[in-house]
């Protein structure tokens, strides 16, 4: 799914030991995505977007920027994840974000960032 953009931004994706709790990680010093091993389809397909995100924003883990760039890597993940129609057509039917989730094929975290960003943007 993400193919092309790993490769136009010479990003390389490696499985590796993080540290606990952690998913995945951006190294902007190496312009690497690394993924924690055994992760579930769903959650490594989310895990690899976020983690791209970082890549196109150029976050490069200045602590004091940390929540800003989580959220803006949250939504931009989010709508590479999420149409949109499927995202209205979903809402229509379900009303939490883990119905939504499980319907639309991505994590609860994902219907979050997604709603936040809908909110954001259509002011």
């Known amino acids: 799914m993400f193919e092309n953009l790993l490769g136009k931004l010479h990003v390389h994706v490696i499985e590796t030991d993080l540290p606990n709790g952690w998913?995945?990680?951006y190294d902007i010093t190496t312009n690497t995505i690394g993924l924690r091993r055994l992760l579930a389809p769903i959650q490594r397909r989310s895990t690899l977007s976020h983690e791209l995100a970082h890549a196109v924003l150029k976050h490069d883990g200045h602590h004091e920027y940390q929540s800003r760039h989580e959220r803006a890597a949250e939504e931009?993940?989010?709508?590479?994840l999420i149409r949109h129609c499927d995202f209205q057509h979903a809402a229509r039917i379900y009303s939490t974000p883990t119905a939504l989730a499980h319907e639309l094929n991505v994590l609860p975290r994902d219907v979050h960032a997604y709603a936040r960003f809908i909110q954001r943007t259509q002011k």
């Open 76 to 80: 931009l993940s989010a709508t590479w």
């Open 23 to 25: 998913w995945g990680a």
